[in-house]
Structure formats: structure tokens, C-alpha cells
């Protein structure tokens, strides 16, 4: 157990169980899940009509210079940027309206508003009302739409080839359909040959003259201004004077207060002092001061002169009144040297203030003066910016025009159908078998991915197979929630009623079965101490104390003490008229301002006793430490076999590992479904840090319904004999 919280080493075997664990508990929702979705899936392919896909086949070549051109020879003219470009053209919404015009597919019967599903399709795809299709160009458009998303346009790499495809129920339809976009793409492409060389390089030309009167407007700009500030050089090499000037200042002035906050600290100490009537011997500067040790010194040596002289001679005495004619002549000098050394403390303040506040004033002037320097530093530096940004363009005008010399006039490729579509004979291989177990198998996945989730996400113990997996430790034993006993006391805790009046229930058997885990945990042991604690409040580790106190109680002499100093509980939860409230308990017993017979009180069951939490204590870590309480623990096990201590949470606080120190087993207490696992293994973690006997965990609170309680204590298991047996086994261990 204790490797497992210092190893830092992935536990594989833990993920591998946790895998087993989600596959077990989910694997028969999720196979109904993907036989639910395979049984959709097969009946939405069986109603689905037979498709027909048809492709027309077009060369597609991008244009060619006239004049030799190197570009071309080193550079692959196969250009991915060319064939999306014309793909993008071939699959645009105006060329599809033109197929559509030219083709009256709005008049065709697959396409009308009662026959066939395919605008039927169209409209809830793009959730258009049935009423949008009486207009005769909404029908077009809507028609074009469909066409675009669902015409494929393809090319192969290093070819000029371009595939367009379209699959529909209608066979000769989609090859009219893939013919017509390719006859109106070629149409559409207008060659453009009125352009000549010269034009294009008379408005290059043109362009080139009104970006360099730009770039001349721009550098005079900048000579102007520079000569109008005073500005040599460029904006990077201004204004790092000023700034090391800023920089030093700053430094000074720094040092300059710090100075003076240690001095004004000294000076308030000095106030304080003399408001007050104190001593300024207590100052530790003061203390510090050479003369004023010297003269203490002095004053010392007088005294102890004076306390030899007094044995011997009377206070009239010439020898005692010079002595003590020496001592008020030092005491004087002290206080004299003490003034003067605080009238220095005030004088090194005031001097303080006065250098700060020169600096700041220096500070300030010198921050003036580089911030003006720094607008006028945006503004070069944004002129300059403008002539680099002018001259760019220059350049790049004029080697756009050097460019267009060398190339030469451009010509069209060709561009033609090389294998018109044809209606095809068979229609596509139906996807139907691969749909079904592709779907079937995603919906097994999730299925088992969402219980792998809720398995991973669940941060909670909810029985002895977390424990075991997610805490590495040893599992005492589950014990179940129970409701409140209708004939009980309602003062009295829930589980100490329940537990006396439904012996043969399945919350006591747990108990018991909890009882036997301890028990063979140590079985050498003939006496023991057990301390019951958990990781927060609200866990049930009170009413588990109380539980295993009373089991134990039928088989050996049992005390159960309330060492839950903070918030004692067992004194209110038990019954009033049996114990006193607030009265004698461990704390007194400690403490010693009371007797073993005030403290213990006897609880109704045989053979178990009680000892409350006391008066209250405000600081129980002391009593712990004591060698008092381990003393009285002690004591109290040469009277009593078990010795069942009630502790404090063990989460923030350190009381539950101070205890541990002092029994011989510790049982933990978690709340089924409840606190975080990652607090538990910190918890447990301190308590194996301090050596604490860690027997194993207890899993309070699991519901009825969990499986760990089906079987065991299910319908029918204690039949009316067992039960009989059970009760008269009960009775004997109670009467032993």
C-alpha cells in the first residue's frame, strides 16, 4: 500500500481492469445501441432509389507565352492554385443557372413540385417553404443550388484532365447535365487578345510617374522636418541620452526612498516611544549606540559597587553618597547620549525626505523632456516609414514592367471535351451492407467510449472493488445506508438505534462483518485500540464509531471515546437522559480535574461504555501530545478489550495523525458516491506519512440497490431458520 503512494510509476494494470470493469458493465447497452442503429441505417438504404453517376471528361490547359519563357521550362505548369481556380468557375452558381435555362430542367417531371423527391430534396436542405417554388425563378435558383453542391469536379495531378460527375436516379439526365456545364464552360471563356504590349506597359509607364513624384513628395517632407527640429540622424539614433538620464534618476531615487522608509521607521518607533513615557533603551538603534553601552556598562559596575558598599556600610556614609553621587551623575550622561541620539534619528529622517523629494522633482523634469522627444520621434519616425513604403512600390511597379518586356504576349490553350458522358448502363454498387456495419460499429464505439467516460469521471468510491482499484489499499468492508427508526429516540444517533432494534438487518450484518476485518486484521492481539476517523465532515465516521463499539460490545468489553475535541457529537446524539451534555469527559480526565468513575458512562448495551468529549478544549494538539493522555489511555486499556476512539477528519487537520500514534489500528471511513478520490489518497497518504497503523477502509452509505448487496443479503437469503440460528448466536455472544 505504502508503494503506491510513493511510486510514481503508471500502473497499467489498473487502466487494464478499468478497461475490463467498462467493457463488462456496457457492453450490453451498447450492443443494442448498434443493432438500433444498424436496423435504421438498412431500413433508410432499403428505401432509397438506384443511382446513375455520369462524367464528362475535359483538357483544360493554362495559357502560354508567345516568346520563350524561362518560367516554364523550370517551373511545372501543372499548378495546383489553376485547377481549383477552374474548378471553382466550372461549380459557380451562374454557369449552373445557364445549365438549368438551357436544359428547362425547372419543366422537367424529376424536378417539379409533385413528382419526383429531388427538389423535395433541395428544399429541405436549405429550408426553403414548399410555397417558394410557385415563382419560377426561385425554382431556377433553388435548382442551380442543388446542381453546385452536388456536381463533383475533379482533376488529376500532372494532367491537364478535368472529370465532372453528377449522380442521379435519372440516367440520361446526369449526362445531359454533365455535358451541358462543360459546353457552357467553354463558352464562357472569352479570349481576350486586343490587349497589346504596349498599352499594358503605357499604363505601367503612367502609374510608374505618379509613384515617383510620391516618393520625392515624401523624402522632401522628411529633410524639411528633420531641419526644422534640429534632427541629425535617424529616429533610432535619438533619445538614448535622455533615457539613461531617466534610468539614472530613477535608480537614485529609489535608493533614496528606501533610505528613507528605513529612517522614518526608526523615527515613528522615537514617537511612539515618547508618546507613550516609554524607555528609548528599548530602540534597538539606541541599544545599539557605542556610548550608550559604554555608560550602561558603567552604570552596571556602580550598582553592583554599590550593593557590595551597602552590606558593609550605611546609606550616610561618605563612601555611599559619593557612590551614589557617581550613579546620578551616569544616569544623566545616559539620557544626554540618548537624547543626542535621537535628535540624530529625526535629524537623518528629515534629511531623507528632502533628498526624495528633490529626486522626484528631478525625475519629473527629466520624464518631461524625454516625452517630448519621444512625439517628435513618432512623427520621424512615420515620415521615414512613408518613403520606405513609397519606394517599395516603385520597385515593384518597375519590375512589373521589366517583367511584361520579357514575357510577351499572351495566347489562349485549348480548352475542349475529350469524352462526352454517355448514359450509364449500371448504376452504382449500393453502400448499404458497408453503411450498416460502419454505423453499427460507431455505435458500439460510443456506447463504449461514454461508459469509459462515466468510468473515468467518476472521482468517487462506490464499493470494495474502488477501493481496491483506486485507492491500492485494503477494503474493511460496505456498509449501507439506512433510514431513520420510527420507534427510535430521535435524539439518539440514527445508526445506534438502527443498529440495537434490526439486529438481523444488513446494515448490523455489515457492521459485524466490518468487526471481523478489524479483528482478523490483528488476531494475535488480545486487546486493541481502534480509531475511526475520514477525510471531511458528514461521512458517517460517528455513527460507524458507535456501530462498531456496540458490535464489539457482544464479544469483549468495549469503550468508546469522543476525541473529537472541535465538534464533539457523541454527548448530543446519544440519549439525554443517560448522559450528561456538556459534562465530564476525556478532556477532564487529561486534565486530571476529574475521576475514571465521573467520566465513563454506561450505555444501555451490555459491555460497552462511553466516554464524552468533555469540556471544551481549545486546543486539542496539546492534549494529544501529552504524555497525560497516553497515560490515560493506558489505563484505560488494562480495564477494557477494545478501545474505540471517535477522531476528527483528517482532511486540514492534523488531530486524526496525532491519534494514530496512540492505537493499534486505524479504520477509514469514506462515504459511498461522495468525497473525491484525490482527497482520500491525500488523506490516507499524511497518515501512512506519520506511521499511522492503517488497517484499511470502510465504504459507508452505499445505497440499497448496489450490487454489492444483491446477492448477499438479497430476497430470501436468511431464511426463517438462519435467522433463528443468527438470533440465538447473537444472544450468546451478548449473555458471554
Request: glycine share 6%; proline share 3%; with cysteine.
Amino acid at each position: 500500500m505504502q508503494n503506491y503512494y510513493y511510486n510514481a510509476a503508471i500502473d497499467l494494470s489498473y487502466y487494464w481492469q478499468t478497461l475490463i470493469s467498462v467493457f463488462r458493465k456496457s457492453i450490453k447497452q451498447s450492443l443494442v445501441m448498434a443493432i438500433l442503429v444498424g436496423a435504421m441505417t438498412f431500413l433508410f438504404n432499403s428505401v432509397q432509389e438506384a443511382q446513375y453517376k455520369a462524367t464528362t471528361v475535359m483538357h483544360v490547359a493554362p495559357k502560354s507565352t508567345a516568346v520563350f519563357n524561362l518560367r516554364e521550362l523550370f517551373v511545372n505548369r501543372r499548378d495546383p492554385a489553376f485547377r481549383e481556380t477552374q474548378a471553382g468557375i466550372i461549380r459557380s452558381r451562374v454557369l449552373a443557372e445557364k445549365v438549368v435555362a438551357k436544359l428547362g430542367l425547372a419543366k422537367r417531371p424529376e424536378f417539379m413540385t409533385g413528382s419526383v423527391t429531388v427538389l423535395d430534396k433541395v428544399k429541405q436542405k436549405l429550408g426553403i417553404n414548399s410555397n417558394a417554388e410557385k415563382v419560377q425563378g426561385n425554382t431556377d435558383r433553388l435548382i442551380a443550388s442543388w446542381l453546385v453542391d452536388e456536381m463533383e469536379v475533379s482533376s488529376k495531378r500532372d494532367s491537364y484532365l478535368m472529370d465532372i460527375s453528377l449522380v442521379l436516379p435519372n440516367a440520361q439526365l446526369a449526362a445531359d447535365i454533365t455535358n451541358a456545364v462543360a459546353e457552357e464552360y467553354i463558352s464562357s471563356i472569352e479570349v481576350n487578345l486586343r490587349s497589346s504590349t504596349e498599352a499594358s506597359e503605357q499604363w505601367l509607364l503612367d502609374r510608374l510617374d505618379v509613384v515617383n513624384k510620391d516618393l520625392k513628395i515624401a523624402e522632401l517632407a522628411l529633410q524639411e522636418f528633420k531641419e526644422k527640429e534640429e534632427i541629425i540622424g535617424s529616429s533610432q539614433q535619438n533619445g538614448g541620452i535622455a533615457s539613461q538620464e531617466v534610468d539614472m534618476i530613477s535608480s537614485r531615487l529609489l535608493e533614496a526612498r528606501q533610505k528613507r522608509l528605513g529612517s522614518e521607521a526608526l523615527y515613528q518607533q522615537v514617537l511612539a516611544t515618547e508618546r507613550g513615557n516609554g524607555d528609548m533603551q528599548g530602540i534597538a538603534v539606541i541599544r545599539s549606540d557605542v556610548i550608550v553601552q559604554n555608560i550602561r556598562n558603567e552604570l552596571v559596575e556602580l550598582e553592583s559597587r554599590k550593593s557590595e558598599l551597602s552590606q558593609r556600610y550605611g546609606p550616610e556614609h561618605r563612601r555611599m553618597v559619593e557612590l551614589e553621587s557617581q550613579l546620578s551623575v551616569t544616569e544623566q550622561n545616559l539620557k544626554q547620549q540618548i537624547q543626542r541620539v535621537v535628535a540624530a534619528i529625526k535629524s537623518e529622517y528629515e534629511l531623507a525626505k528632502e533628498s526624495e523629494s528633490f529626486l522626484k522633482t528631478s525625475l519629473g523634469n527629466s520624464t518631461n523632456k524625454v516625452q517630448s522627444l519621444g512625439r517628435k520621434q513618432f512623427e520621424l519616425l512615420a515620415l521615414e516609414q512613408n518613403v520606405r513604403t513609397q519606394r517599395d512600390v516603385y520597385q515593384a511597379f518597375l519590375k512589373r514592367l521589366n517583367q511584361n518586356r520579357a514575357t510577351g504576349v499572351s495566347v489562349n490553350e485549348n480548352v475542349r471535351i475529350t469524352d462526352p458522358a454517355i448514359a450509364p448502363l449500371r448504376p452504382l454498387p449500393s453502400k448499404g451492407p458497408l453503411l450498416v456495419i460502419m454505423f453499427s460499429l460507431l455505435a458500439l464505439i460510443v456506447g463504449l467510449g461514454i461508459g469509459l467516460l462515466r468510468e473515468l469521471f467518476d472521482n468517487t468510491l462506490s464499493g470494495d472493488r474502488d477501493v481496491d482499484k483506486k485507492l491500492m489499499t485494503v477494503s474493511l468492508g460496505s456498509v449501507p445506508m439506512i433510514e431513520g427508526d420510527e420507534g427510535a429516540d430521535p435524539i439518539q444517533n440514527v445508526a445506534y438505534s438502527y443498529f440495537s432494534n434490526h439486529k438481523l438487518s444488513q446494515f448490523s450484518e455489515s457492521v459485524r462483518t466490518v468487526r471481523s476485518s478489524l479483528m482478523l486484521s490483528s488476531i494475535d492481539e488480545k486487546k486493541r485500540r481502534i480509531l475511526v476517523t475520514s477525510t471531511v465532515p458528514g461521512e458517517g465516521k460517528t455513527s460507524m464509531a458507535i456501530s462498531l463499539a456496540l458490535a464489539f460490545g457482544h464479544v469483549q468489553k468495549t469503550l468508546l471515546i469522543d476525541c473529537d475535541l472541535r465538534r464533539p457529537s457523541l454527548d448530543e446524539l446519544m440519549d439525554a437522559s443517560s448522559f450528561n451534555r456538556r459534562g465530564l469527559g476525556i478532556n477532564d480526565l487529561c486534565l486530571g480535574s476529574a475521576s475514571p468513575s465521573e467520566c465513563i458512562q454506561s450505555l444501555p448495551v451490555n459491555g460497552v461504555d462511553l466516554i464524552t468529549a468533555g469540556t471544551i478544549n481549545p486546543n486539542p494538539q496539546e492534549l494529544f501530545c501529552s504524555t497525560k493522555f497516553s497515560e490515560v489511555l493506558n489505563k484505560l486499556g488494562e480495564v477494557y478489550d477494545v478501545i474505540i476512539i471517535d477522531s476528527p477528519p483528517s482532511g486540514g487537520l492534523s488531530d486524526s495523525m496525532l491519534l494514530a500514534t496512540q492505537v493499534d489500528q486505524v479504520a477509514y471511513v469514506v462515504k459511498a458516491n461522495s468525497t473525491p478520490v484525490a482527497k482520500v489518497r491525500a488523506s490516507i497518504q499524511s497518515l501512512i506519512k506519520s506511521d499511522a497503523p492503517l488497517s484499511g477502509v470502510i465504504i459507508n452509505q452505499v445505497p440499497l440497490t448496489d450490487s454489492s448487496f444483491s446477492y448477499y443479503y438479497g430476497r430470501g437469503y436468511y431464511s426463517d431458520s438462519v435467522q433463528d440460528q443468527t438470533q440465538e448466536g447473537l444472544n450468546e455472544d451478548h449473555r458471554s
